[in-house]
T-cell receptor, first 118, second 113 residues
Framework: GENVEQHPSTLSVQEGDSAVIKCTYSDSASNYFPWYKQELGKRPQLIID?????GEKKDQRIAVTLNKTAKHFSLHITETQPEDSAVYFCAANSKPGPKGTSYGKLTFGQGTILTVHP | DTAVSQTPKYLVTQMGNDKSIKCEQNLGHDTMYWYKQDSKKFLKIMFSYNNKELIINETVPNRFSPKSPDKAHLNLHINSLELGDSAVYFC????????????FGNGTRLTVT
């Protein structure tokens, strides 16, 4: 099955700095890689995702890069703000097997606690 | 309107009891999930239903039994609760089973004493 490793587990930056979180995955058939942000006591919410047919995607201060050969993808947050403080999760899918056996699913990384200091 | 709603938000109960958590989505999605988030924040899938059919059943004790009466609802029943069941349980839904965004509910914090 899919194995997703996420680093670092904690990240502390000053307001205005950039933050980078990295993930590796094991299933070479994976083709969908979302990132979720979870604020304290809240639900995880999608912030950006990327599919395997592109290498980079950007949405304002957030960007994600994907290296399929190396099987890793990264989240980049520029000009960080205190409200970016949260737990960030990467995830990767695995394709389904034949009907009746293991279906595809989304496997999450262990999470990164990002703290942005004012 | 909340897209994925689950009840209750908090559940405090004693060991050995049986409890249920309900989930409903109004997004028209065909796939629903239960995830467990432990004290270390790790999100682990438990079950998934696609069009009311169970498609993912991870290594979960059979004290946990999901039920999907229709595409918009996925409930979780837990028998003989144990201390280790204490966690936050998230319901989620998506369009398609493995390659589209998950929409999570607000979670149910289960505390077993």
């Amino acid at each position: 099955g899919e194995n997703v490793e996420q680093h670092p587990s904690t990240l502390s930056v000053q307001e205005g700095d950039s933050a980078v979180i990295k993930c590796t995955y094991s299933d070479s058939a994976s083709n969908y890689f979302p990132w979720y942000k979870q604020e304290l006591g809240k639900r995880p919410q999608l912030i950006i995702d990327i599919r395997s047919n592109v290498g980079e995607k950007k949405d304002q201060r957030i960007a994600v890069t994907l290296n399929k050969t190396a099987k890793h993808f990264s989240l980049h947050i520029t000009e960080t703000q205190p409200e970016d403080s949260a737990v960030y999760f990467c995830a990767a899918n695995s394709k389904p097997g034949p009907k009746g056996t293991s279906y595809g699913k989304l496997t999450f990384g262990q999470g990164t606690i990002l703290t942005v200091h004012p | 309107d909340t897209a994925v709603s689950q009840t209750p938000k908090y559940l405090v109960t004693q060991m050995g009891n049986d409890k249920s958590i309900k989930c409903e989505q109004n997004l028209g999605h065909d796939t629903m999930y239960w995830y467990k988030q432990d004290s270390k924040k790790f999100l682990k899938i438990m079950f998934s239903y696609n069009n009311k059919e169970l498609i993912i059943n991870e290594t979960v004790p059979n004290r946990f039994s999901p039920k999907s009466p229709d595409k918009a609802h996925l409930n979780l029943h837990i028998n003989s609760l144990e201390l280790g069941d204490s966690a936050v349980y998230f319901c989620a839904s998506s369009r398609g089973a493995f390659n589209s965004p998950l929409h999570f509910g607000n979670g149910t914090r289960l505390t077993v004493t």
